[in-house]
């Protein structure tokens, strides 16, 4: 069946705008999580749904990061006033439930000039 | 502050040598999952073990857990070039269910 899906794949913006990121999980995979992850670190966890609400959001830097799942399999990253610290790939992944294993999507690659 | 240390940050080993990473928590662990990233790919789901001195293994991999749920390794017999990239843990606390990545161990093969 196919797997977690993320678009775009790349994404160039400049400094100061708005970028939304998106990802398709896996179909009946009730948990689905959001990381960035810099060159030579681990994912960085930044929000993990179940269903269609944020079980936690801990991970989100500030308040210009927000996500959202309106219903419960779809969902969308959204960064306002991008910052060049924002660069990073930011990988969905989804499981079955919480404590399963994590299929992660190929990333969506933020470039911020 | 840093709550898991993943050692060592990289290893270089000639192929056919033994390759080991670990995983250390200053707090118990509910469970732990490894992953592997290729260069370029993304982590890929290896093992979750969450018993207390479990060990597992897959092929040559042998992947440990404490006895006191604080630590745990991977171990790779006989190293060979499909093994090359970076090994993830992935823990859970058990305190207050936080979900922590180790910033990986990345598995070199000299030339």
């Known amino acids: 069946g196919a797997g977690v899906s993320q678009t775009p794949s790349n994404k160039v913006t400049e400094k100061g705008k708005y970028v939304e990121l998106r990802c398709d999980p896996i179909?009946?995979?009730?948990?689905l999580y959001w990381y960035r992850q810099s060159l030579g670190q681990g994912p960085e966890f930044l929000i993990y749904?179940?269903?269609?609400?944020?079980?936690?959001d801990s991970g989100l830097p500030n308040d210009r990061f927000f996500a959202v799942r309106p219903e419960g399999s779809v969902s969308t990253l959204k960064i306002q006033r991008t910052e060049r610290g924002d660069s990073a790939v930011y990988l969905c992944?989804?499981?079955?439930?919480?404590?399963?294993?994590?299929?992660f999507g190929p990333g969506t690659r933020l470039t911020v000039t | 502050g840093q709550q898991v240390m993943q050692i060592p940050q990289y290893q270089h080993v000639q192929e056919g040598e033994d390759f080991t990473t670990y995983c250390n928590s200053s707090?118990?662990?509910?469970?732990i999952q490894w992953y592997k990233q290729r260069p370029g790919g993304h982590p890929v789901f290896l093992i979750q073990?969450?018993?207390s001195g479990e060990v597992k293994k897959q092929k040559r991999l042998t992947f440990q857990f404490g006895e006191a749920k604080k630590n745990s390794s991977l171990h790779i017999t006989a190293t060979q070039t499909t093994d090359v990239g970076t090994y993830f843990c992935?823990?859970?606390?058990?305190?207050?269910?936080?979900?922590?990545w180790g910033a990986g161990t990345k598995l070199i093969i000299k030339p």
């Open positions: 992935r823990v859970r606390r058990d305190s207050n269910y936080q979900l922590i």
């Open positions: 707090t118990t662990l509910s469970n």
């Open positions: 073990l969450v018993k």
């Open positions: 179909s009946g995979h009730t948990a």
């Open positions: 749904f179940q269903g269609t609400g944020a079980a936690d």
């Open positions: 992944a989804s499981s079955r439930d919480r404590e399963d294993e994590q299929y």
